[in-house]
């Protein structure tokens, strides 16, 4: 059963890039298979909202509202993928998941607030 | 931006049988869309319940299913326990994007 894992800095500065890093284990090759690598955020008492995801071949998919500020990368030989937010403000305050598709293995979720 | 609807709200009894539906603004939903269906409890990730209309996790209680029903996907529950109380969302794609509903709030009682 693939895992995954989120890391990253739980606190952000306004206008700085929120950077975060996925580590996946259980599962083969991130690089390899049928398989989207993608990120999810949900503010406090809010909502899922989709990010964006990464295909195995490296062909990227970004939520319209967001697409200029995010950049999702694979890095296979450390079995990761990432992601990058810039110019975050408040609103960019949620706990950020991982997730595999399919069939829809979820990370345990990192908070991060961004703040001065 | 393309709008994918749940109902905000369902109640249902113990045993009872509830479907919750998920539509897509620019259209009937298809299994092409893949359709996604997960459960949420207070304070805890989202985990997974039906991916690709009606396949199921390991873990999903028999009473969970998925069909396309109507236009949209459909998450129906047969036999409904206390534990089974918890937000649901669909997440699909729509309009070319992965978009998720604004969930339902499942209530037994």
């Known amino acids: 059963q693939v895992q995954l894992q989120e890391s990253g800095p739980g606190l952000v500065k306004p206008s700085q890039t929120l950077s975060l890093t996925c580590s996946v284990s259980?599962?083969?090759?991130?690089?390899?298979?049928?398989?989207?690598w993608g990120w999810i955020r949900q503010p406090a008492g809010k909502g899922l909202e989709w990010i964006g995801r990464?295909?195995?071949?490296?062909?990227?998919f970004y939520n319209p509202s967001l697409k200029s500020r995010v950049s999702i990368s694979l890095d296979a030989s450390k079995s990761q993928f990432s992601l990058e937010l810039s110019s975050v403000t408040a609103a960019d305050t949620a706990v950020y998941y991982c997730?595999?598709?399919?069939?829809?293995?979820w990370g345990q979720g990192i908070q991060v607030t961004v703040s001065s | 931006q393309a709008v994918v609807s749940q109902e905000p709200s369902l109640t249902v009894s113990p045993g009872g049988t509830v479907t919750l539906t998920c539509g897509c603004s620019?259209?009937?939903?298809?299994?092409?869309?893949?359709p996604y269906w997960f459960q949420q409890m207070p304070g805890q990730a989202p985990k997974t319940l039906i991916y690709?209309?009606?396949k199921k996790q390991s873990w999903t209680p028999a009473r969970f299913s998925g069909s396309l029903l109507g236009g949209k996907a459909a998450l129906t529950l047969s036999g409904a326990q206390p534990e089974d109380e918890a937000d649901y969302y669909c997440?699909?794609?729509?309009?070319?994007?992965?978009?998720f509903g604004g969930g339902t709030r499942l209530t037994v009682l």
């Open positions: 997730i595999r598709e399919p069939p829809g293995s």
């Open positions: 259980g599962g083969g090759s991130i690089s390899s298979g049928n398989y989207y």
């Open positions: 990464i295909y195995t071949n490296g062909a990227t």
């Open positions: 620019t259209g009937a939903v298809t299994s092409g869309q893949f």
């Open positions: 690709d209309t009606s």
């Open positions: 997440f699909i794609l729509c309009s070319g994007g992965r978009v």
